[in-house]
Nanobody
Framework: QLQASGGGLVQAGGSLRLSCVHS????????IGWFRQVPGKEREGVAC????????FYKNSVKGQFTISRDNDKATTYLQMNSLKPEDTAVYSC??????????????????WGQGTLVTVSS
């Protein structure tokens, strides 16, 4: 099971760190992705990281603003979000994708999803 947490209300320009606990997902090759969704829009990927190489991949619009990382000992993947903007407001969730190679931000390759955590950025 995946469990996302760390969301909340923050002012524009502030920061949040989201956590995705993915204990039990022990495939040697896999990816964890962070996605967000606002009402009326499709879920979009913002960042992912592959295992074991740890190579991250970002949506262009969040490069330099968001950083994905993972702690293998804690089976947790983080999303550090800085300089937040009102348009970053969304429900953020994490997904698991098995398989080798670089990660990608297409939702169709993620087989397991956790419940989301709401991020609200006020102007």
């Amino acid at each position: 099971q995946l469990q996302a947490s760390g969301g909340g209300l923050v002012q524009a320009g502030g920061s949040l760190r989201l956590s995705c606990v993915h204990s039990g997902f022990t495939l040697p090759y896999h990816s964890i992705g962070w996605f967000r969704q606002v009402p009326g829009k499709e879920r979009e990927g913002v960042a992912c990281i592959s295992v074991p190489d740890g190579e991250p991949f970002y949506k262009n619009s969040v490069k330099g603003q968001f950083t994905i990382s993972r702690d293998n000992d804690k089976a947790t993947t983080y999303l550090q979000m800085n300089s937040l903007k009102p348009e970053d407001t969304a429900v953020y969730s994490c997904g698991f994708s098995g398989g080798r190679g670089a990660c990608a931000l297409s939702t169709v390759i993620y087989s397991t999803w956790g419940q989301g955590t709401l991020v609200t950025v006020s102007s």
